[in-house]
């Protein structure tokens, strides 16, 4: 997946996430549908946290390189519980 590609399905879960906090917060939902909206809001920071972890590992990796910034490979792979 491109770094483009990993931008914008950050920007559009955390959009998503903060959708689902406004609905979440007017108090309009029944129990049902809070417990849906919040089980998925878990689910949307779990994916933005991960997208975060991989960009600090690329930081990490960048800054210590040997001083260098050469762009280094790392294991990407998604571990869900």
Same mark, same amino acid.
């Given at each position: 997946?491109?770094?483009?590609?990993?931008?914008?399905?950050?920007?559009?879960?955390?959009?998503?996430?903060?959708?689902?906090?406004?609905?979440?917060?007017?108090g309009?939902? #029944?129990?049902?549908?809070?417990?849906?909206?919040?089980?998925r809001?878990?689910?949307?920071?779990? #994916?933005?946290?991960?997208?975060?972890?991989?960009?600090?590992?690329?930081? #990490?990796?960048?800054?210590?390189?040997?001083?260098?910034?050469?762009?280094?490979?790392?294991?990407?792979?998604n571990?869900?519980?």
């Amino acid at each position: 997946m491109s770094k483009k590609t990993n931008s914008i399905n950050f920007e559009k879960t955390l959009a998503e996430l903060d959708q689902l906090v406004e609905t979440m917060e007017k108090g309009d939902l #029944s129990l049902e549908e809070s417990l849906k909206h919040f089980e998925r809001g878990v689910e949307l920071t779990k #994916s933005c946290q991960q997208a975060l972890s991989e960009a600090e590992q690329k930081v #990490s990796i960048l800054l210590n390189k040997n001083g260098k910034s050469e762009l280094e490979t790392f294991n990407t792979d998604n571990n869900k519980e």
